[in-house]
């Protein structure tokens, strides 16, 4: 029992006792109590459901209902393996029709693929004779290093001898050089002696020749002594002659007077100049440092009105791309024809206005009609006038102000309401403009009515218009009322502000008008600094020409001075050497001192020179046995010489011999290393080609053995491979392909019908267990189903749709007849036996005879059935009540609840059967007062003796 409390918190109960959710669950499990099967718990609202129920939606309630547990799981199980069973039989027949199609196509194509494995075979076979080419080429290799190995061991053996004979020419010779050498020793021996003996004679004979040459020396300084003596006194006659003409010359010097105040005038003048000129120099380095900087300024100015011209440029593209096509037209014809205008014409207006704030250009370029941005605006008629003729073709509008006095600007209020509200300031105080652009942009636009706020305005919205305010701007939003002229009313409309795209790159007007100008200055300025400087460098150089010329009077007059000194100061030392010169000599020394000591030098020298030639006598003497000596020596080395020379022509003979053997060896040595390079080589090329197996070792021998038969016999096995065509050139790999494809499709044939094999086994195994005992389930019912029928006067049975191994298709058919005159047909939500919709009463009483039939099958505690009894005329009413009864009390069945509202009065009941009544509750008056009593239900009905409730 499940108990709801006020909270709508239950719990489960079971014999009194709480127990979890769980356990009941299981409870039921355990004693097959199915609640959604209707052949166990049929409420009245379902019974229409029960009759929709289809063949097979009622055997599988029927069989979850009464007989073996076992029945739906088989067939289930049943289900399932059909459902296998056609997958396995599909496939078994599609791979069916496929393998034959695949082999229908492998027959069609085993002639071309006979030719193709024949021209594989002749391939093959050239490929086998490649494989021997190059193990040919290796045997002559292997032929030729053989060779060549016996030639090297000929050459070895010729060498060998030619070494023994050229040995025993050799020990002769070698005697006679020992016997060489030792004379060749002695012979060395005495040319040192010699040699000796040689330079000693020399260095005396270099003695006596030096004393002679002093000798001789000392013999000619008495003879220039003698002449010198003589000499000395004719100089000191001339010397002073020469002192007296050179006094004469320094006495006869007229004096000469220095030009001093002439100098000092000319320094004084000179100086002067130089200041005049430094003067000059210092204001054209002052003009020429204020032109560099006049010069630098309009570079400057320049650069900045080329950037402004550049941005211009930028703001007439941007003109252009806007719609303005021939802005730049416009705009040139402007700047060429400025001459011939009365007043300033600005234009276009895009160029003259300079907005600081880029939030303002959004604000003021959305207030601002795009047509006017491309507009020239004229200050005279006859230059408007002017403008519209020739400014027509480029499709720009002209507007002409017309300035007058009388014109009064509202100047900006901000009241400190205002200010609480986020504004501010005006639209047209947020950019510069020359006069005419702003006021014309005011006039035409409405800028003075306009004003700027913030986020905080963007909030309070609403409160700005009291204010008088009927145009604002916000970082977001542009906010404006209008007031209608006929009613009066006012209309409010909200624009999101978009971002600038005309004015992101403006210029200002003003400071380009202005750069203009100060170029203008600027340039004139430079022009003055110019004739200036030219001026002030014309003067300096008049001047520095004047000092030039001073400077050159004054040094010709300290050139004069300076040759007056210098001609007195030589004649001076003229005078002074000539007086040294005449003292110097007469102070020369005494001679005849100089000349006794010169004879006796030269007696000394004449008795060394004897000395040192009987020296010399004696070296020559024992030279004289030295060469005799030698003679002797140097004429048995000849001799023995001669005798050596022979010997060596015999043996340079014999060396020439051996060389040649040692050649011809060197030779066939490397011949035999090339050739076994070679055959190495051969090797490691036929080893990468193919390795000699016994397999391959027999195929070689029924090839041709020479390189040319083999040659040939594979360029006539390529021949006839290439003589074999077909238009296929994949038709071997596709036939494999397919071959395999057959043969995979073999083993899967195969196994899917084990398989099928298989599955219809086990079907006819569970169809073995499961039809007999639901034929004999289904007969039962039958049998009871029928009976019921009868005596109710009509005509049913109940009987098993069989569908062979369609397990899902099977099903139970219920056929009733409710007309003697009918047939019997299947129980369906739709017709019966007239062909008629079902009654209500029919339907009740197929349902409630059907399960009826069940109840002695059914393997549950026990069934319910709801209000079925309700709308069945009173005769069936009765006799379906009575089935019922007779049904539920027979022993060993399930329990069976009837729930009903009514039932026919004189029923007949038996001992088994139980009537419950329950309480509807205290507002029926009569059984409200039996339960106040606490009699039993029994005595209220007065149907039953006593009964508890």
């Not at 290796?138 to 070895?156: L, V």
């Not at 011999?657 to 011809?664: D, G, K, Y």
């Not at 027999?698 to 096995?717: C, H, K, S, V, Y």
Request: glycine share 4%; with cysteine; aromatic share 6%.
């Amino acid at each position: 029992m499940r108990k709801i409390d006020t909270h709508n918190k239950s719990e489960w109960l079971f014999n009194g006792k709480v127990v979890p959710k769980r356990d009941v669950l299981e409870i039921i499990k355990r004693f097959n109590i199915q609640v959604n099967n209707l052949t166990q718990f049929l409420p009245q609202d379902r019974v229409c459901e029960f009759a929709k129920l289809t063949p097979v939606q009622l055997l599988e309630e029927t069989e979850k209902a009464v007989g073996d547990p076992q029945l739906p799981v088989q067939h289930r199980a049943l289900i399932e393996k059909s459902h296998e069973l056609k997958k396995i039989q599909c496939a078994v027949e599609k791979n069916g029709d496929t393998l034959n199609q695949l082999k229908a196509l492998n027959a069609e194509q085993e002639k071309d693929v006979e030719r193709v494995r024949q021209r594989a075979e002749l391939l093959e076979k050239v490929e086998s004779m490649k494989k021997k080419l190059p193990w040919l080429k290796y045997d002559m290799k292997k032929a030729k290093y053989m060779e060549a190995k016996e030639q090297e061991k000929g050459a070895k053996k010729k060498l060998d001898e030619a070494a023994i004979t050229l040995n025993e020419f050799s020990k002769p010779i070698e005697k006679k050089r020992q016997e060489k050498a030792m004379l060749d020793a002695k012979r060395k021996k005495l040319s040192s002696l010699v040699n000796d003996n040689v330079q000693r004679r020399m260095d005396f004979l270099e003695k006596a020749n030096q004393a002679g040459v002093q000798v001789q020396g000392k013999y000619r300084e008495m003879e220039d002594l003698r002449r010198q003596e003589q000499s000395r006194q004719q100089r000191i006659l001339k010397a002073k002659e020469d002192l007296a003409a050179a006094e004469l010359d320094l006495q006869n010097l007229p004096a000469y007077e220095h030009p001093k105040s002439e100098l000092e005038n000319l320094g004084a003048q000179i100086l002067e100049l130089g200041v005049f000129a430094n003067q000059k120099r210092l204001q054209m380095a002052e003009k020429e440092k204020k032109l560099t900087q006049t010069k630098l300024t309009l570079r400057q100015c320049s650069d900045r009105l080329k950037d402004m011209e550049n941005k211009n440029n930028k703001l007439l593209l941007a003109l252009r791309n806007s719609g303005a096509e021939k802005i730049f037209e416009a705009y040139e014809w402007l700047q060429q024809h400025r001459h011939e205008l009365n007043k300033e014409v600005y234009g276009p207006v895009l160029l003259e206005v300079n907005v600081p704030n880029r939030v303002h250009a959004n604000y003021l370029e959305g207030q601002v009609p795009n047509y006017i941005w491309k507009s020239f605006i004229t200050q005279d008629a006859g230059d408007r006038d002017f403008l519209v003729r020739n400014l027509r073709l480029f499709d720009v509008p002209v507007l002409n102000y017309v300035s007058t006095e009388s014109q009064h600007k509202e100047p900006v209020r901000i009241t400190e309401e205002m200010r609480a509200l986020g504004i501010s300031n005006r639209l047209d105080q947020v950019f510069d403009a020359p006069k005419a652009v702003m006021e014309v942009l005011t006039s035409q636009c409405g800028l003075e009515y306009s004003y700027i706020g913030s986020k905080e305005t963007d909030q309070k919205a609403d409160e700005v218009e009291k204010l008088g305010i009927s145009d604002f701007w916000t970082s977001e939003n542009h906010y404006r009322w209008n007031r209608s002229r006929y009613g009066g009313h006012v209309s409010a409309s909200v624009e999101p502000v978009f971002p600038s795209r005309l004015l992101s790159c403006s210029s200002d007007a003003g400071e380009f008008e202005n750069l203009r100008s100060r170029k203008m200055e600027l340039e004139e300025s430079v022009v003055e600094l110019e004739e200036s400087r030219k001026s002030l460098q014309t003067e300096q150089r008049l001047l520095e020409d004047k000092e030039a010329e001073l400077h050159k009077q004054r040094e010709e007059i300290i050139s004069i001075v300076q040759h007056e000194k210098r001609k007195r100061r030589e004649m001076e030392s003229r005078v002074d050497q000539r007086r040294r010169r005449l003292e110097s000599i007469e102070k020369e020394g005494d001679q005849d001192t100089v000349m006794a000591k010169l004879v006796d030098q030269a007696a000394s020298l004449n008795g060394q020179r004897v000395k040192y030639a009987i020296e010399i006598k004696n070296l020559l003497l024992e030279a004289i046995s030295y060469k005799w000596s030698y003679a002797e020596k140097h004429m048995a080395f000849i001799e023995l010489d001669a005798k050596i020379r022979d010997l060596e022509v015999d043996l340079k003979q014999q060396q020439k011999f051996a060389e040649q053997a040692s050649l011809q060896y060197e030779y066939c040595k490397q011949e035999v290393e090339d050739c076994r390079k070679e055959l190495s080589d051969a090797k490691r090329h036929a080893e990468s080609i193919a390795i000699i197996t016994p397999e391959l070792e027999r195929g070689f021998l029924e090839m041709p053995t020479t390189i040319e038969e083999l040659e040939a016999t594979i360029q006539d096995n390529i021949s006839q491979a290439n003589s074999i065509l077909f238009l296929n050139q994949n038709i071997l790999q596709e036939y494999e392909h397919r071959q395999k494809q057959i043969e995979g499709m073999d083993r899967k044939l195969e196994a899917d019908k084990k398989e099928l094999k298989r599955c219809l086994r086990e079907i006819d195994a569970l169809k073995a267990n499961w039809l007999p005992t639901l034929r004999n389930l289904v007969a039962q019912i039958n049998e009871t189903f029928s009976h019921n029928f009868q005596e109710m006067a009509v005509a049913g049975e109940v009987s098993l749709d069989e569908h062979d191994t369609d397990f899902d298709q099977y099903g139970i058919l219920i056929k009733v007849k409710f007309r003697q005159t009918g047939q019997l047909e299947v129980l369906s939500a739709h017709h019966q036996s007239g062909g008629f919709f079902f009654l209500l009463k029919e339907r009740s009483v197929s349902t409630i005879l059907y399960l009826v039939s069940l109840q002695d099958l059914t393997n549950c505690p026990f069934r319910v059935v709801d209000e079925i009894n309700q709308g069945m005329d009173p005769i069936n009413e009765r006799k379906m009540f009575q089935q019922l009864v007779r049904a539920a009390s027979q022993p060993n069945t399930p329990q069976c609840f009837l729930l009903t509202p009514k039932l026919l009065p004189d029923l007949q009941y038996s001992e088994a059967c139980s009537i419950l009544n329950i309480m509807n509750g205290p507002w029926i008056e009569q059984p409200s007062k039996v339960w106040s009593s606490g009699d039993s239900w029994g005595t209220v009905t007065g149907l039953v003796g006593q009964s508890h409730c």
